[in-house]
């Protein structure tokens, strides 16, 4: 048991500037301006007010943030297929609506753990925390705990920046975690200040408690800032014995932002750099060449009045600079989509000239699909954890599988029908193979459907074969 519920994890304490950066990083727009001063790199001994300028005048060419949304939706493409083998029709009836809406606000399945691999790709990792709805009757029978509703599982989103602390085994599982929330409202429309809540959820492998303190914005110490224990009791997964938040994690060759950020740091500050000299090119001084003082006045409603031997000219930059500057962030640019695996979709190298051949782009894109296929895999693996899991605390009898998220093209449909044809031209005698080709083929055309749709189509395949049909 932690000592002190608001002590931080010495990772956690490491990693929470670099997430904040990366955090900006991925969203750009006017967060990342707000913040700017914190990315934007002053030249040495730059007067205050230049700075200043140069902050208001910002922007942010996001390329890091559109290819982890790239990543994210083109993943999804085609939802995970997942196959429910037994006879509990209750339990097939909570799964399809659990797939449907899975943490009780609406959110499809492969929406949320679309949002899953969002935060991976951004922070390297990211969290669901299983839960079951608390009660205050306890059920008699399976029958009435179904009634209350109390066997309906469902999953919480957690931002990685909420983990603050925990312990591992030597196997590397959790004993246990401290969940914060902050989050500030008004208690009642007189009030004038709001009022600062900060929550801190204990779980171990079979109990929780939750903490609370409260403070008035705006006031720096209190009396009523005591954390106190509001609440407490055994959680859902008690009975596997296991924390119920479930980690998704990328390798660090995938963490797509941890390799880009550097690279998109310093394509922010060239470009603004180069905006910047050229908005200056915009506004040339005048240069007066004479042995006289001049203390003429100069601007558009004025006139010069110059000597025999004077001169007159404007200051102007000649160019070269812009263009290797130009050239440098193009590079950039392009290493950013290659450091990411998108090689196809940076341009080719700077000065080559030569033209790409389709062979080269296909094998380039290639590479990405088994990038994608890898991102599948890891998503396919927590979510058999997390649904097993949950039909191990449910005990309905059920064999949960999950497959899919390996094909990122519509097109290749008729490819697969093709290839399936083949396969069953083959005449291996084996009923569960026909069945189970019939099904993926039947779930990856119908991969938008309703989850009790698909579950019916997999009956009905099965009756099918049962009949004796071949």
């Known amino acids: 048991m932690v000592t002190r519920i608001d002590q931080e994890h010495a990772e956690y304490r490491s990693k929470r500037e670099l997430w904040k950066r990366y955090q900006d990083l991925y969203t750009g727009g006017e967060g990342f301006k707000l913040n700017s001063a914190n990315y934007l790199i002053p030249r040495q001994k730059e007067p205050a007010d230049v700075y200043g300028e140069r902050l208001n005048r910002v922007f942010y060419e996001n390329y890091i943030g559109s290819i982890i949304d790239w990543y994210a939706a083109t993943l999804f493409r085609r939802e995970p297929v997942i196959s429910l083998e037994g006879t509990n029709e209750s339990a097939r009836t909570f799964f399809s609506d659990f797939i449907e809406d899975c943490d009780r606000k609406g959110t499809n399945l492969s929406d949320f753990y679309r949002r899953q ?27 009435e705990e179904e009634l209350l509703g109390a066997s309906r599982a469902y999953l919480v989103h957690c931002n990685p920046e909420e ?50 303190r409260t403070i008035q914005a705006g006031v720096a110490k209190q009396a009523n800032s005591v954390i106190e224990l509001v609440d407490e009791g055994i959680h859902g997964l008690a009975k596997l014995g296991r924390v119920p938040l479930f980690e998704f994690t990328v390798s660090q060759g995938m963490w797509l932002m941890n390799k880009a950020a550097l690279l998109q740091l310093e394509h922010f500050n060239k470009s603004n750099a180069l905006s910047w000299a050229l908005t200056m090119g915009l506004f040339a001084m005048p240069v007066v060449y004479s042995d006289k003082t001049f203390d003429q006045m100069v601007g558009e409603s004025y006139f010069l009045q110059l000597g025999p031997g004077d001169r007159f000219g404007w200051t102007e930059p000649e160019g ?45 894109f290639a590479i990405t699909q088994e990038v994608l296929r890898s991102f599948g895999d890891s998503v396919k693996d927590v979510l058999k954890r997390v649904l097993k899991a949950i039909e191990n605390v449910r005990e309905d009898g059920l064999q949960v599988n999950v497959s899919g998220l390996d094909e990122f093209d519509i097109g290749d449909f008729a490819s697969e029908v093709d290839d399936a044809s083949k396969l069953m031209g083959m005449d291996i005698d084996s009923p569960t193979l026909a069945k189970q080709v019939y099904k993926k083929l039947a779930f990856k055309y119908l991969c938008d459907e309703r989850q009790d749709i698909k579950d019916t189509i997999a009956r009905e395949i099965d009756d099918w074969f049962l009949r004796g049909v071949k």
Not at 170 to 175: I, P, R, T
Not at 181 to 207: A, F, M, Q, V
Not at 330 to 358: F, M, T
């Open 117 to 143: 691999i969002t935060d991976a790709l951004v922070y390297g990792v990211g969290y669901a925390l299983v839960d079951f709805p608390r009660t205050n009757h306890t059920a008699s029978s399976r029958a």
């Open 163 to 212: 983990l603050v602390n925990w312990s591992r085994d030597e196997h590397g599982n959790f004993e246990w975690i401290v969940l914060r929330t902050t989050h500030s409202s008004k208690r009642n429309i007189e009030d004038t200040e709001n009022t600062i809540e900060t929550r801190w959820i204990y779980y171990d492998r079979e109990r929780f408690k939750v903490y609370r």
């Open 320 to 364: 070269k600079v812009f263009e290797i500057a130009t050239q440098n962030l193009h590079r950039l640019k392009d290493e950013i989509y290659r450091v990411c695996y998108l090689i196809g979709q940076a341009g080719p190298v700077v000065g080559d000239s030569r033209p790409v051949s389709g062979l080269a782009k296909q094998r380039d």
